[in-house]
């Protein structure tokens, strides 16, 4: 059995590579997957984990890299709620991955991984509406 030690980030847009730049500065294990290679020039200079161009949804691609095996955190960012749910059901029910945060641009696909304890969902128009109340409180005051 491998030993689950790394965090792979599949998707390298804005959130993603923000994430990867969070935990690379934290000395974590870190893999991130992307299609194209030119999303990487969005990681710091100094980042200091893996990148690998490929299909994340191709599961020889993720096999043949040993990247899922050993992932005790995944985070799935890319910019398809149908991608990243499929991703999400293949890290948790095949792979047993412990942590699993997901991004879904609709708020309605919480529904279909509700009861999963090990799957957190990722809503940016939910964060941005609650900073946005945020500032308005302070506004306020």
Do not use: W
Not at 34 to 50: C, P
Not at 67 to 77: F, G, L, P
Not at 109 to 120: F, Q, Y
């Amino acid at each position: 059995m491998a030993i689950k030690n790394k965090i792979i980030i599949i998707g390298c847009g804005r959130l993603g590579s923000s994430i990867a730049n969070y935990f690379s500065g934290r000395g974590e294990n870190i893999v991130v997957i992307d299609s194209s290679e030119a999303s990487f020039t969005r990681l710091d200079n100094n980042f200091s984990g893996y990148t690998a161009v490929g299909d994340a949804s191709d599961l020889s691609f993720l096999e043949n890299q040993g990247y899922i095996e050993t992932a005790r955190k995944v985070i799935i960012t890319s910019g398809d709620d149908n991608l990243n749910l499929f991703l999400t059901h293949v890290a948790d029910k095949i792979y047993g991955v412990e942590e699993i945060y997901v991004r879904f641009d609709d708020p309605q696909k919480s529904l279909l991984i509700s009861g999963e304890p090990n799957v957190r969902g990722i809503y940016p128009f939910q964060l941005s509406f609650d900073n946005f109340l945020a500032l308005d409180e302070e506004d306020e005051k």
